[in-house]
C-alpha cells in the first residue's frame, strides 16, 4: 500500500483512505467494524468520517450514529493508534446539528466535544470543516455558482477567529491537523496565509470530489495544493457507483445507491453513461478491471493525497484492495485524456 504524509504534517496515511458514511443505515455496527478490520489487515490505516453520518439518508435520528460505529470499535479492540482518524465539522444548513449554525470559534470546541464522545478517543488526527460558511460550488452548484455576495471582510475575520480556536485544540491534544472540504482554490489560499499572517495549524488537506467524471480540481485547486503544500483527499472516486458501469443499459441493483437516490446528487444524465461507457472501453482495451483503473488514476494524479472509496459489501471492499498495486502505463493515461477530451464535465 503506498503511503504519504498530510500537507507539512509527520501524519502518514495510505494513499486509499475508507469511508464510512453508510455505516449506520446502509451497514450494521458488525459490517463497518469487519471493514476497518480488512482495511487495516490490507495497510489502509486511514478512515474518514463526519459528525452528520450516515447518509442515505441524512436525518436527525441517525446524526453522528456513524461516529459511534467507529467508537464502538475502539472501545471493543483498544487499537486506536492503528488507525488515523479524519472526522468533520457540519456548516451552515443542517438544522439539527447545532441549529444549522454557521463554523464559528465557539462552534468548534463544542463539536469537538460531540465527536470525540462518539467516537470513544481524546483526540482526532485530522479535524476538517465540513463546507466553508461562504458556500460551495460542489455537488453541482457549479453551473449557477456566483460568489458576488459574499463579504470578504467576514470571511477573513472568521478563518482567523477558526483558526484561534483550533489552535486552543492542538494544544489540548484533541486535533493534530487541520482540514477543509468543499473549498476552492481562493479558499485554500486565505487558510494558508491567515495561518501565516496569525498562526494556528496550517491547512494540511482538502476534501473535494475527484474521480475521471468530475475533475473540476485539475487546474486551479491543483495549483493551490502544489503550491501550498495541501494534499487532496477526493471523495466519489468512482463517481457513486458510475464508474464501476453497474448501472449501465439502465440497471439499478438492489440496495445501491442509484436504488436510494435516484439522481445520483445530479449526476446522472445521460451524458454521465456516454462519459462511463467510454472508460469502460479504455479499461477493456488494456484488459484492466474498470473499478482498479479509477482509482489507480485518482490516486496517482499529483496533487493526491488519499483517495476515499466506501463499500456497502465486503466483496466491493476486497475488490477494491486487490487493485491497490496497480500503476496506469503511459498509454493507458493517454486514452484516459482522448475520453476526458471527448466528456469533459458529463454531469
Known sequence: MQMTKLGRTDIEVSKFCLGSMTWGTQNTTAEGHAQIECALDAGINFVDTAEMYPVNPLSAETQGRTEEVIGDWFAATGRRNDMVLATKHSGEGITYVRDGGPITAASIPQAIDGSLARLKTDYIDLYQFHWPNRGSYMFRKNWLYDPSAQDRAETIQNIEDCLGALQIEVDRGRIRAFGMSNDSAWGLTQWANAAERVGGPRIATVQNEY???????????????????????????????????????????????????????????????????????????????????????????????????????????????????????????????????AHPMPY
Open 211 to 341: 474521480s475521471l467524471m468530475c475533475r473540476m480540481a485539475d487546474t486551479d485547486v491543483a495549483e493551490a495544493c502544489h503550491n501550498e503544500d495541501i494534499g487532496m483527499l477526493s471523495f466519489s472516486p468512482l463517481a457513486t457507483g458510475l464508474l464501476t458501469g453497474k448501472y449501465q443499459g439502465g440497471a439499478v441493483p438492489d440496495g445501491s445507491r442509484l436504488s436510494l437516490s435516484p439522481e445520483l446528487g445530479g449526476r446522472k444524465t445521460p451524458r454521465a453513461f456516454e462519459a462511463v461507457a467510454a472508460y469502460l472501453g479504455v479499461a477493456e482495451k488494456h484488459g484492466l478491471d474498470p473499478v482498479h483503473m479509477a482509482m489507480a488514476f485518482v490516486r496517482d494524479r499529483p496533487f493526491m493525497a488519499s483517495a476515499i472509496f466506501g463499500a456497502t459489501t465486503m466483496a466491493q471492499l476486497t475488490h477494491i484492495i486487490a487493485g491497490a498495486d496497480l500503476v496506469l502505463s503511459e498509454a493507458v493515461m493517454a486514452d484516459i485524456d482522448t475520453a476526458h477530451r
